[in-house]
């Protein structure tokens, strides 16, 4: 009995040392996986921008195609699109924040004094407080640029914005002009067989433009909120603070707060505490307890996911991978729930049923 136990613990501690190489393994190879993105970031950036932007426009050049549009011009009309929204969304921020820079760099100021008097209040000395202030200082007056900002700054590896801007919209245009032939080829070379790689393709592109119209929607609906809220305090660039948050919507978790903290600091700096206190409670109310009345709904609607996998997967892809394991994060694991549904049949295989027993054998004699 006693050998039995020792051979069956024996064969648990291997089991268990295969699984922790098998572990190591895999750890190393995203590791170097990784640190090659990393290294090759100025092509592997504008090529993964670039596929997302296809993967989610791809139906507006297929409604062209349907139309007897051909598809390099349907391409072209989808890209100048895009184009020009980008340019009208870059053009209303940066214009709404230049023609009030005066009114944001006092509000700012304002905003430094208050604080350096609350810090007073609380029982810091006179040289703590300005100390805190003149931390925050540097920091403040960047706030309504950080999302503006927020692709350069996960791109600072390209040799600049325009580089990778370039890049990425002809990557997408020719994605988008070639789409079924890339598509095509990638399911011929995946390493499965052609019903499966055709499973898994669909699955992949179908989580990204899910994801993508879930977090529109709320990002819509937080700008909403947010820009009525600031809208009624009073508070200046009302429709820049709801344009920059619904921006922000689409850098997840991260944006949309990096978007309420301007809104706080210019109530703050030109209304008060009082208003900014109540501006505050506006960007919490919309980014938790009303989002999370729209964002169970989206989310299960679109990716049939809980807000809370959405939330971890995001948040830990993001530490791993930066901008890239943020935007991607909740569509890759979608995708996967759906390919395995997909495959599996949504779960356990139906048993088999038993086989039929013979016949008995009559032997007439």
């Given at each position: 009995m006693s050998d039995g136990r020792a051979g069956r613990l024996r064969h648990w501690l291997e089991r268990l040392?295969?699984?922790?190489?098998?572990?190591?393994?895999?750890?190393?190879?995203?590791?170097?996986a990784v640190w090659l993105l990393a290294q090759?970031?100025?092509?592997?950036?504008?090529?993964?921008?670039?596929?997302?932007?296809?993967?989610?426009?791809?139906?507006?050049?297929s409604w062209f195609s349907r139309h007897r549009v051909p598809r390099a011009a349907g391409s072209g009309v989808v890209m100048l699109g895009l184009i020009a929204v980008g340019l009208l969304v870059a053009v209303a921020v940066f214009g709404g924040i230049a023609s009030h820079a005066g009114q944001i760099d006092a509000a700012t100021s304002g905003a430094l004094d208050k604080i350096r008097q609350g810090a007073q209040d609380i029982g810091l000395s006179k040289a703590s407080a300005q100390t805190a202030a003149g931390n925050v200082k540097d920091a403040v007056p960047q706030i309504g640029h950080t999302l503006l900002k927020g692709v350069a700054a996960g791109i600072s590896g390209f040799?600049?914005?325009?580089?990778?801007l370039g890049f990425t919209a002809f990557i997408t245009f020719f994605l988008l002009k070639d789409g079924p032939a890339v598509r095509a080829w990638a399911e011929r070379r995946a390493g499965l067989r052609r019903d499966v790689a055709h499973v898994v393709m669909e699955d992949v592109l179908h989580a990204l433009r899910k994801y993508f119209l879930g977090l529109t929607i709320v990002s819509a609906f937080n700008a909403v909120i947010v820009g009525l809220g600031a809208l009624a305090l009073g508070v200046p660039l009302a429709g820049t603070i709801a344009l920059v948050t619904f921006i922000?919507?689409?850098?997840?978790?991260?944006?949309?707060?990096?978007?309420?903290?301007?809104?706080?600091?210019l109530a703050l700096g030109t209304q008060g505490t009082g208003t900014a206190v109540l501006m505050a409670l506006v960007v919490f109310a919309a980014n938790g307890p009303l989002q999370q009345i729209v964002q169970p709904i989206t989310y299960g609607a679109t990716l049939q996911l809980n807000p809370l996998v959405v939330f971890v997967c995001t948040i830990g892809a993001g530490a791993l991978f930066g901008m890239i394991g943020l935007t991607l994060a909740a569509p890759l694991v979608s995708a996967g729930v759906h390919i395995h549904d997909d495959l599996f049949g949504g779960g356990e295989q139906p048993a088999p049923a038993p086989a039929a027993r013979p016949a008995p054998q009559v032997t007439l004699t």
């Open positions: 040392g295969s699984a922790s190489w098998l572990i190591v393994g895999i750890m190393l190879v995203v590791l170097g090759l970031g100025t092509i592997v950036g504008p090529l993964i921008a670039g596929a997302v932007i296809a993967a989610v426009a791809a139906p507006a050049v040799a600049s914005v325009a580089v990778f922000g919507g689409y850098v997840p978790i991260v944006g949309a707060w990096t978007a309420g903290v301007f809104a706080f600091a």
